[in-house]
């Protein structure tokens, strides 16, 4: 074994194997797999080798299309028999919600380049003969995937890793690993050291105790997953006499199942709901090939369901029951890609469809570490996306939970409820007191909207659908009453999120905002380093306020900031909720090392209420001495004043395009600032509002989002954000490849869409964008403006397309819906009322 390479990889799986093999691909031979026992030995060896393509996910999707096209391709290039049967995968609809669900994903399918047939149930019956199609709806089929061998898979990528120079050592285990003064890591192993530049840990149910070698929490937790196999049945052993086709994989997701042929039988996997997580502190040491004991009991609903659609599936006796551990996240999407606080130590890990994945997730993982960026926009399954709030308690209640939703109704609203309420703000209470129906993000609760006092969904409109999967809402929340009915199209709350809306125009209105991530940066160098990173002109007055863009190295976007100038040296920095562990680890990984730049979150110590609509100043300023007035506190400006007895940093920005402030403030003032402004309030008829109401009203302003309209598949320029970049202010990240990408010629551009005859529905992002039957873009948000009384859309669509008054079409759950290209930030495009 080599004392040095470039690169080990810590797991023999297949998603371990994949990314060794792609590692090569991209030219690094000097690379190397350690593997504590056999190849395949953890869970690769007991996984049914499905390959669905179906993902609602952009990122996962993609990478689930690559992992099809290179299995299909792999035996020619290695001679290594994977058995890979193209049967295809059939999805069954037996309720409206599933039809919408299959719409809506067909959107997604096509803007990712992957074929999706419909079929009758007439149609079903005749490729799957065995199955009963009474309640059957429709369905949907994937014509290029169906399943693979596992364990050949991964041979035949070790055989294609090891022709390009790689090296694969079994029975090889990792007892410790460390960093060097040098920055290059030391991974101790039973069979001696290596010194290597990266690290890639992709070691599926180990995960966690591979992290613990680098101080790491990571947040993965297998689940027991469990598959029947049953004897021949008579039927399937005569097709294949016959020379019929393979009858192709069947899910029936109102059932929570999946089911093929095996060896002349079948074999049926469902996801059930109390499946455990196990390996809670990792398997054992000798830990190899392991199974546990089966429990049927709990999947007897799912069995039962699967006999009346396949009634064949009763008719012979069980082989063998499989109970396996599956790798979960908290949401259900693996982590790939950088570690957070480390440099060159990377994840491949959480997968809970590995087989699946283990192409496209090495594949881009590769492209990663030896070109500094991957080729697709990998937020959606960024290990940085969770924080530390994502604990092992956490971590088993969300991770059971992901596992028992796999086949529900992905619906777009949806707020699943495990782990909460888990970060509160002070407010918190006071806003539940007002009717907030609250949502989460990084682990923060926060309103989603407002319900009236009361107020509760309709019981005939709750589960309506006599299907295993039939929920279509949460649980009854604080208020101790089910408020909200989750739907593709426009649900319950749609017109009590458009009061919010037009109150907010009207009047005045207060957002909680709290969950933004929050730093602080400073020192004598801050200023200069920060002009390196972003694009945009850094303020150079103390209380002046930014926009600024974090570029990626290929000149998209990478993260967004509002810098506001607090001192000569120092400066605060807001940016996305969501994305506060992945936004402050670029920003830490890139600090000088000369002790000239200090970065500090303040995440948790300072709150925000957002005050906005026309009547902000008038009452902000019955709480404050500081002056209001638009000479002496313009648009896009900041500074600390009083809030009666309370102070906080006042920003006059916000992202719902009116008058008004955003109060940064001590977290122990908020429930004093809150009922100081409530108070205050009453004689302007303030009101709370939502994420929802704020994310309809950004739309109206052309506000763009990352990931949806900001993304590194997106040049900074393609997405509209000209006036934020700064191509003459000098070397920042991302300028010159923006710059070469600029002059090589846009693919895309940046517009706002009104969608016409959209009456039940609205775009919400990913749905397809026609012109005269070709596919010209996608959309990237969508829904209803409240102040414009109009169905809106943004989109990234063919740039000779993005003229204003351009006729395209928006294809909204199956049904293509004339849209025009009007102008940017359609409602109050001068931005009066921001600078009023």
Not at 80 to 100: E, K, P
Not at 602 to 615: K, R
């Amino acid at each position: 074994m080599k004392s040095h390479a470039r690169a080990v990889v810590i797991g023999g799986g297949v998603v371990g194997v994949s990314t060794l093999y792609h590692l090569v691909k991209k030219g690094w031979s000097d690379v190397m797999l350690v593997e504590r026992k056999e190849l395949t030995s953890g869970s690769t060896w007991h996984a049914a080798g499905l390959l669905p393509l179906f993902n609602m996910s952009y990122s996962v999707g993609q990478i689930h299309k690559y992992s099809v096209r290179l299995y299909g391709e792999l035996e020619a290039e290695t001679g290594q028999h994977v058995g890979f049967a193209r049967c295809s995968n059939i999805r069954l609809a037996r309720t409206a919600d599933r039809m919408d669900e299959f719409h809506y994903y067909a959107g997604v399918a096509k803007t990712i380049g992957v074929n999706v047939n419909w079929l009758t149930p007439a149609e079903l019956r005749e490729i799957w003969p065995l199955c009963n199609t009474d309640g059957i709806l429709g369905a949907i089929q994937h014509p290029d995937d169906g399943y693979v061998q596992p364990a050949d898979l991964t041979q035949a990528l070790a055989k294609g890793a090891r022709a390009g120079g790689a090296q694969i050592h079994r029975n090889t285990a990792v007892i410790a690993i460390e960093q060097t003064a040098g920055g290059e890591w030391l991974v101790k192993t039973d069979k001696g050291d290596i010194i290597a530049e990266h690290v890639i840990s992709a070691s599926g149910n180990f995960a966690r105790k591979t992290g613990a070698m680098v101080g790491l929490d990571v947040p993965v937790i297998p689940v027991e997953h469990q598959y029947i196999v049953t004897e021949p049945h008579p039927e399937i052993l005569a097709r294949k006499r016959q020379g019929l086709p393979e009858m192709g994989v069947l899910r029936e997701s109102d059932s929570s199942w999946y089911m093929r042929e095996e060896a002349g039988g079948l074999l049926l996997g469902p996801y059930e709901v109390g499946a455990p997580c196990c390996y809670l502190d990792g398997p054992g040491d000798d830990s190899e090939y392991e199974l546990f004991q089966e429990d049927i009991e709990r999947l007897m609903p799912h069995i039962e369901a699967a006999i009346e659609r396949v009634p064949a599936f009763g008719e012979v006796g069980v082989k063998q029951v499989y109970n396996g551990a599956i790798a979960y996240t908290p949401d259900g999407s693996p982590i790939i890609g950088p570690a957070w606080g480390l440099r060159n130590f990377w994840f491949n890990e959480g997968h809970s469809f590995g087989v699946t994945a283990a192409g496209g997730a090495g594949w881009q993982l590769a492209e990663w570490i030896v070109e500094g960026e991957p080729t697709i926009d990998m937020m959606g399954v960024d290990p940085r996306r969770f924080g530390p709030y994502a604990s092992r308690g956490y971590l088993k209640a969300k991770n059971e939970e992901a596992y028992a939703n796999v086949f529900t109704v992905h619906y777009p609203d949806e707020e699943r409820p495990a782990a909460r309420p888990l970060k509160r703000a002070p407010c918190y209470g006071r806003m539940a007191d007002l009717g907030a129906v609250f949502g989460t993000v990084y682990g923060w609760e926060r309103p989603n909207w407002f319900a009236p006092e009361g107020y509760v969904v309709p019981a005939g409109e709750l589960d309506v659908d006599d299907v295993i999967t039939r929920h279509n809402h949460p649980p009854a929340d604080h208020s101790g009453r089910i408020r909200e009915r989750w739907s593709f199209r426009r649900s319950n709350y749609f017109d009590f999120v458009g009061s919010e809306c037009r109150h907010v125009h009207q009047a005045v209105g207060l957002l909680d905002m709290s969950a933004f991530a929050k730093c602080v940066v400073s020192g004598p160098g801050a200023e200069a380093w920060l002009d390196s990173l972003v694009a945009n002109r850094i303020p150079k007055k103390i209380g002046r306020v930014n926009l600024c863009h974090m570029l990626s190295h290929n000149g998209g976007v990478r993260s967004e900031f509002t810098i506001y100038r607090t001192g000569p040296q120092s400066f605060y920095l807001v940016s996305a909720g969501a994305f506060e562990r992945h936004d402050h680890d670029y920003l830490e990984k890139r600090m000088p090392r000369d002790g000239s730049v200090r970065l500090q979150p303040v995440t948790a110590q300072i709150g925000v209420l957002v005050l906005a609509g026309p009547e902000a100043r008038a009452l902000l300023q019955k709480l404050t001495d500081a002056d209001l007035s638009n000479e002496a506190f313009p648009w896009l400006t900041g500074k600390r004043i009083n809030v009666g007895h309370a102070m906080a940093d006042a920003l006059r920005v916000n992202f719902v395009g009116e008058l008004g402030w955003e109060l940064h403030h001590p977290i122990e003032m908020q429930t004093t600032i809150f009922d100081l402004l409530m108070e205050a309030g009453r004689e302007f008829d303030i009101r709370p509002f939502g994420i929802r109401a704020m994310d309809a009203m950004r739309i109206e302003k052309s506000y763009r989002l990352i990931p949806r309209e900001l993304s590194i598949e997106y040049a900074a320029l393609e997405s509209g954000l000209d006036r934020f970049v700064h191509l003459n202010k000098g070397t920042f990240i991302g300028r010159d490849a923006l710059v070469e990408w600029q002059q090589q010629g846009f693919r895309n551009r940046f517009v706002t869409l009104e969608v016409h005859d959209a009456e039940t529905a609205d775009a919400r992002g990913n749905e397809a964008v026609w012109k005269e039957g070709e596919l010209v873009g996608r959309c990237t948000s969508g829904g209803f403006g409240w102040r414009l009384d109009k169905s809106l859309a943004l989109a990234m669509v063919r740039p000779e397309l993005g003229e204003l008054g351009s006729e395209l079409e928006v294809q909204i759950l199956g049904r293509n819906h004339p849209a025009t290209v009007i102008v940017e930030s359609p409602f109050d495009p001068e931005n009066s009322r921001l600078r009023a």
